[in-house]
Nanobody
Framework: QVQLVESGGGLVQAGGSLRLSCAAS????????IDWFRQAPGKEREFVAA????????YYADSVKGRFTISRDNAKNTMYLQMNSLKPEDTAVYYC???????????WGQGTQVTVSS
């Protein structure tokens, strides 16, 4: 199985940038689709972005399209979420998750806090 650890969260002013990392360990990491989710206080967890196993396909929530970029480096077993033009409404705990078609999500990271001040 795969294990995931997020890092890179922090406090940033509105308009700033952060890059989150999701380090994976385990076998065949490139066979997993990686999704990023976020959960703000008092709200449901929501989808942010996804990337296919080899990185050829990416998907974004409308709320982050044009501001966030998801990528992966399978040689380093690491996935990234570059977040630009951050807004206070982007404040949340961000999670990465590994999934496989027909199986669903098989692993979640512990989350990393992103706080955007106005």
């Amino acid at each position: 199985q795969v294990q995931l650890v997020e890092s890179g969260g922090g406090l940033v002013q509105a308009g700033g940038s952060l890059r989150l990392s999701c380090a994976a360990s385990g076998r065949a990491v490139s066979t997993y689709v990686i999704d990023w989710f976020r959960q703000a206080p008092g709200k449901e967890r929501e989808f942010v972005a996804a990337i296919s196993g080899l990185g050829g396909s990416t998907y974004y929530a409308d709320s982050v399209k044009g501001r966030f970029t998801i990528s992966r480096d399978n040689a380093k077993n690491t996935m990234y979420l570059q977040m630009n033009s951050l807004k206070p409404e982007d404040t949340a705990v961000y999670y990465c998750a590994a999934g496989q078609r027909g199986v669903g999500y098989v692993a979640w990271g512990q989350g990393t806090q992103v706080t955007v001040s106005s």
